[in-house]
């Protein structure tokens, strides 16, 4: 988890990434009308980037990005030296959405021990339909474990 950098306006600066030693960002707003950098942006920093197109709206379904957002976390957390930053507009609700996906899916926390896991860290307001869509998650993989045992 520490190794999970969540800043706000770190994503467009370039100095304090180099500074940080960031090799992977998560972009939770991506596109055109949101937090508009890319993978053009990063070039000559060497960083992975990945980008999803999220609506802060209880409505939008992030969920359909849980299990590649948290597969690209991994990968830039087990790379050399690997620092992943994720972001999103205000950090407090697209990107706690997927780094608490993240902490579920490969971490193997509970919902609730996510969300207290983050909370200790930093202030965080996931909309309700992130949450309902996290809860859901929390079930699934609940029912992963069980049909295992």
């Not at 180099?18 to 707003?29: F, K, P, Q, Y």
């Not at 207290?116 to 029912?143: A, M, S, Y």
């Amino acid at each position: 988890m520490d190794k999970v950098i969540k800043r706000k306006f770190t994503a467009r600066d370039k100095s304090v990434l180099r500074e940080l030693g960031i090799t992977h960002i998560l972009n939770a707003a991506s596109g055109k009308y949101r937090i508009n950098t890319g993978p053009e942006f990063y070039k000559d920093l060497h960083i992975d980037y990945y980008g999803v197109e999220a609506d802060d709206d209880a409505n939008f379904d992030l969920s359909v990005y849980f299990h590649p957002a948290a597969q690209f976390i991994r990968t830039g957390l087990q790379s050399n030296k690997g620092k992943v930053l994720v972001h999103c507009a205000m950090g407090i609700s697209r990107a706690a959405s997927i780094v608490l996906a993240f902490l579920m899916i490969s971490e193997g926390l509970t919902l609730v021990d996510a969300l207290r896991t983050v909370g200790e860290h930093r202030d965080i307001f996931p909309n309700h339909g992130f949450l309902e869509q996290l809860r859901q998650l929390d079930i699934k993989l609940e029912n992963k474990k069980g049909s295992r045992i």
